[in-house]
């Protein structure tokens, strides 16, 4: 996180339609350095064009 600039994140892994492990990471923003939590909204900006089509070519591929 420190490396590539990254105030904070949040990271959760799904099974089976249920969340087995979630974790925050850091703070939401350098201005107000509160905590990262359940309730943090990301600017995903345009990362999230290359994550959804990554996500749909995946699905099509699994059919």
Partial sequence: ???NQI???ALAIERKGEIIYEKYFGIESIRTNSKVDQNTVFRLYSISKVMSSL???KLQEEK
Wanted: hydrophobic share 55%; no cysteine; proline share 11%.
């Fill in 1 to 3: 996180m420190q490396e």
């Fill in 7 to 9: 105030p904070g994140l």
């Fill in 55 to 57: 996500a749909i070519f």
